[in-house]
């Protein structure tokens, strides 16, 4: 049954299913980022590609060497916006995050934008496929 917006039920559960896995995958990729950088590379594969700021890595042993020698020892995420939608891969899922970064030490926060595709895996969780992140400038 179609409702005021036109979506009907199964629509509705679809959409409200990506909410759920992308705000739990933004809460563990941040919480991981902010105080464990090292682990994130169990999330990417060796397909996985980071364009990080322009710069373009692909495999999670790499992935997880860059992210792990940024210039800075700990930072905080606070996270503005998480949208999310069905990827073209079927079950995928495009997760774009807006927020804060604190870096230790740093008066200003930099605002950053971050844009995922998960994809499932066999046994019923997800991996990193594609990650993009930039920095906002005003």
């Not at 890595?57 to 998480?82: N, Y």
Request: proline fraction near 4%; hydrophobic fraction near 40%.
């Amino acid at each position: 049954m179609d409702d005021a917006d036109g979506k009907d039920d199964q629509q509705r559960a679809v959409e409200e299913q990506l909410e759920r896995v992308a705000k739990a995958f933004v809460d563990h990729y941040y919480n991981l980022f902010d105080t464990n950088r090292a682990a994130l590379s169990c999330l990417y594969d060796s397909s996985s590609m980071l364009s990080f700021e322009g710069q373009r890595i692909v495999g999670a042993e790499a992935i997880g060497r860059k992210l792990a020698q940024l210039p800075f020892e700990q930072c905080k995420h606070s996270i503005s916006t998480v949208d999310s939608q069905p990827s073209p891969v079927f079950g995928g899922v495009l997760v774009f995050v807006s927020g804060n970064l604190q870096l230790a030490g740093e008066e200003h926060q930099l605002r950053f934008s971050q844009m995922f595709q998960l994809i499932p895996t066999p046994q019923g969780s997800f991996f990193v496929k594609n990650d993009i992140f930039r920095l906002n400038y005003c």
